[in-house]
């Protein structure tokens, strides 16, 4: 059942939400669109009260905004516990990649996960290695799916009235093929996607090419999810 009123007025966090608009202009995987988006939960200790804000990217990168904002606020020695979850419409460049890691590591008691709808300049060399430090740093990576994208339209989008239910969807191939190029990069293989922009009609292309080493290194179940390779069939 949906609601036929859109987040209700008495609600706190809807000061706090993004038009239905900017959600799809920042997280759709189609849009390379340039400036970032960050959606973000704070959850501290035992508590079942989760905290929730929006982040644009202004002169410096969303994610330091967030730091910056967070460590002014909070004692760095406090002893609670704190579960932080970031949707990005882009993931971290090195740099920002490097200020994430030297921020976790001054608060030991902040765990964090991170959503990203796309992967931010992700032939360049530093940005792979960056993700990659991140990753074994202890910090969850993932490419969002139908359920991220729910979960955000119905927590930080002010949905027209009715229109709970109707957050946008994406085909899957495109969430399939971040993902891949997601694992290229922490298995440190070459990118196997390369993505390019008609700028005359707005189309985004996405191409593939697969090595040898990406054939034997992947695990079979995400090529097989893509639909590149086929299962193969025992005959009696």
Known sequence: MTSEKGPSTGDPTLRRRI????????????????????????????????????GKSTTTHVEVNFIEKFTSERRSDSPISCSITWFLSWSPCWECSKAIREFLSQHPSVTLVIYVARLFWHMDQQNRQGLRDLINSGVTVQIMRVSEYCHCWRNFVN????KEASCPTYPPLWVMLYALELHCVILSLPPCLKISRRCQNQLTFFRLTLQNCHYQTIPPHILLATGLIQPSVTWR
């Open 19 to 54: 038009e239905p608009w900017e959600f799809e202009a920042f997280f759709d995987p189609r849009e390379l669109r340039k400036e970032a988006c960050l959606l973000y939960e704070i959850k501290w200790g035992a508590s079942h009260k989760i905290w929730r804000n929006t």
């Open 159 to 162: 949905y027209p009235p009715g």
